[in-house]
């Protein structure tokens, strides 16, 4: 049974995307995993996925970068530190200060749904730390179908997107392509981008040469398309093709140096499963995944010290994987099993360009990732049974990792090559006390090693980093009745050598530190057309010991108490959405390194969607209703922002957008 359930304080808010699939309660197993569907149905306001995800999980907070390309944090977590996949294809920004990040590569609206798992609760995959996101694309089908949306909102935004598929039972095809636009939004207080990075100048964040030219910039244009192929040769064998294609350019970011002249991302993927082969396999699969970035960055758009030139730094990356799996029936249970392999490539060079000829000059590659390759070999387990009322999961993934930098020359490093070994394992145990209630506990141990930038790129980097290690506590209980739900969980986080960045080292260094936190989702119908909505999430993170030459033990990137409830009446054609989302003083912030008090808020959103007929629909919504100015994300010095050179070390906070209202178009067959 599909229900809508909430994100994140206590205080009424209306969910614009958020469609989370509780599912029956059955004798399954708590995986610590969310799906969210329906994200490319109601997602309008634009194509970018982290904002729909911090609107469906209350365990993801969006970090704001730009009017698109956005990043998230799940429970405390963001980078490396959590997986983000493409259906089963990894895919790696190419910006040291993450203006693409993984999810900007991800459009909305070619997604099915979206499986989060909060913890070290996965095996199959390399790098899951503390959480894994994967986007799972929409398949072909055989009846012929296809879609066409058409979206205009405030602010100049402009949206396109059609799909159209189909096939027989040898072969089905899908094809999907958009394009969208956007000025720059204003806040609650009238101010674009334009005019929020010169208000931050005037207070002596940066300098004048920071200020955009012109105050007409376009926020961002975005174009994608997504093909997929799927061809069953024979019954019990399937053929999976597909590819994924983002162009975004002209990508404003106003609180940092630069700004993206374009992001451009290919993702190719092939798998073949074979099916019920015998005793000792009931499906044996490959998956293989190329995806590669483009990021050039630049300060054209900036006043800059001389208006003949502009800097470019052009970052590219890349990806190449393979994962074979098995999986059988043993003991009366399922065990899956297989070997995973990938290697990561981290490039970059920067130059100057001559604004009247285009002549590029000035290139050097000493400045940036020195062409870091990170390979890594490892094989996995996962085994699952149930006993009685009695369901047990248990899984193992031992890596080998090999991070080499190919370039040498860095004033500062003393390593450019660095080998890594980690055993993972975790369990989970799901006792189903009644037909209606579940209670599960899991423990879990997972590692991550650092990435490229964060060996070889920060101003001080010695390439000498030790790997991260999570050792996780899960509990918790699930309940479903007919009319009603409820899923509360608490867990603790222990971090062994945690990777956290030094303000005043200028460089990334090992840390202990702890995250602890609990949530809540619940749903109630109270009658056949009314449902109320609720979510809440609340962490605390500290280090064990403050970093060197610093006094602040808090973590960064700790959200605070944030809820969402939502009021919803669906009849017939009729569907309204009421939603507040609300979240506490932020004030247990890492004032050491770059992050400040934010003010609690609380935003009211509404929205509406009338079903004309079987085959088109219309939705007018607003956001921010009341025009509040308030912002959700901070202003960790892992990032280089704007800041004031002084002994103030203030960094430019973005505000997020003021009342926006939109209308979308929708007709499927």
């Known amino acids: 049974m599909k229900r809508i359930i909430g994100v994140s304080l206590a205080v009424s808010t209306l969910l614009i995307a958020e469609t989370i699939d509780l599912g029956a309660i059955s004798v399954e197993g708590e995986r610590f995993s969310t799906e969210i569907k329906n994200i490319s149905g109601e997602e309008l306001k634009s194509a970018d996925l982290a904002d729909a995800l911090s609107r469906n999980s209350a365990s993801i907070t969006m970090l704001r970068g730009s009017g698109i390309a956005n990043d998230i944090i799940l429970r405390g977590q963001k980078r490396d530190n959590i997986n983000v996949l493409i259906d089963d294809a990894k895919l790696y920004g190419g910006c040291p200060n993450r203006m693409d990040p993984a999810v900007t590569h991800i459009n909305a609206d070619n997604i099915e749904s979206v499986k989060i798992v909060e913890g070290p609760y996965d095996v199959e995959n390399f790098g899951t730390l503390s959480g894994l996101v994967v986007a799972e694309t929409k398949t072909p089908t055989k009846e012929p179908n296809g879609d066409v949306n058409l979206g205009i909102g405030s602010y100049g935004y402009r949206k396109a997107s059609a799909s159209a598929g189909g096939g027989n039972e040898y072969i089905r095809a899908l094809l999907s392509a958009s394009t969208e636009r956007s000025d720059q939004y204003k806040d609650g207080n009238g101010d674009t981008f334009y005019d929020q ?37 024979a019954d019990n064998q399937e053929i999976r093709l597909g590819y994924t294609l983002n162009r975004s350019d002209n990508v ?8 993206a002249d374009r992001d451009d991302s290919d993702i190719y993927t092939f798998g073949y499963s074979l ?4 005793t000792f396999s009931k499906e044996l699969a490959l998956e293989t995944y190329y995806s590669k970035v483009e990021h050039p960055m630049s300060n054209k758009f900036r006043i800059r010290p001389s208006s003949a030139t502009y800097n470019t730094a052009d970052m590219d990356s890349s990806v190449e994987g393979a994962k074979v799996k098995n999986s059988m029936d043993l003991g009366g249970g399922e065990l899956v099993y297989g070997i995973d392999t990938s290697k990561r490539n981290w490039d970059g060079k920067s130059y100057v360009t001559n604004v009247a000829t285009g002549v590029i000059s000035s290139v050097t590659d000493l400045s940036t990732i020195p062409d870091v390759d990170t390979t890594n070999k490892a094989l996995f387990a996962h085994y699952e049974k149930t006993i009685d009322r009695v369901n047990v999961q248990a899984g193992a993934r031992y890596d080998d990792t090999d991070i080499k930098a190919h370039r040498k020359g860095q004033t500062y490093v003393q390593r450019y090559d660095n080998d890594y070994e980690a055993l993972s394992a975790n369990a989970i145990v799901t006792y189903k006390a009644t037909d209606n209630v579940d209670y599960f506990i899991g423990f879990g141990k997972a590692s991550r ?3 490229a930038r964060e060996l070889y790129h920060a101003a ?9 290690t999570n050792y996780e506590t899960d509990l918790g209980f699930k309940a479903h009745y007919d009319n009603a739900g409820v899923k509360g969980k608490i867990f603790y986080s222990d971090l062994k050598d945690y990777i956290y960045y030094n303000a005043d080292a200028t460089k990334y260094v090992n840390v202990d530190a702890t995250i602890y936190g609990a949530a809540l989702d619940a749903y109630y119908d109270f009658s056949k057309a009314w449902t109320i909505n609720y979510g809440m999430s609340y962490l605390k993170g500290e280090k064990d010991k403050p970093l060197a030459g610093q006094s602040d033990k808090d973590l960064a990137d700790i ?7 939502s009021l919803t009446y669906h009849e017939a054609a009729h569907t309204l959405k009421t939603e507040v989302v609300a979240a506490k003083r932020w004030d247990n912030v890492d004032s050491d390194n770059g992050e400040q008090i934010l003010g609690g808020y609380a935003v009211l959103n509404v929205k509406y969607t009338y079903k004309i007929s079987k085959n088109f629909d219309v939705t007018v919504g607003i956001d921010n209703l009341f025009d509040k100015t308030y912002a959700v994300s901070n202003t960790y010095k892992d ?31």
Request: net charge neutral; hydrophobic share 35%; charged share 20%.
């Open 197 to 233: 990075l010169n208000n931050a100048v005037a207070q002596g964040m940066g300098m004048n040469a920071n200020r955009y030219s012109t105050s007409d910039l376009r926020s961002y244009e975005k174009k994608t398309f997504m093909g997929k192929v799927f061809i069953n040769p």
């Open 639 to 669: 990032l280089t922002l704007i800041n004031y050179s002084g002994s103030d070390d203030t960094v430019m906070l973005i505000n997020e957008p003021g009342r926006y209202g939109y209308i979308n178009l929708h007709y499927s067959f």
């Open 449 to 451: 090693v650092p990435d």
């Open 275 to 278: 099916y019920d082969l015998g």
């Open 252 to 259: 404003l970011y106003p609180s940092r140096m630069m700004d």
């Open 559 to 565: 959200v605070p108490l944030r809820a969402v409830t």
């Open 460 to 468: 001080r980097s010695t390439g000498i980093l030790d790997q991260v």
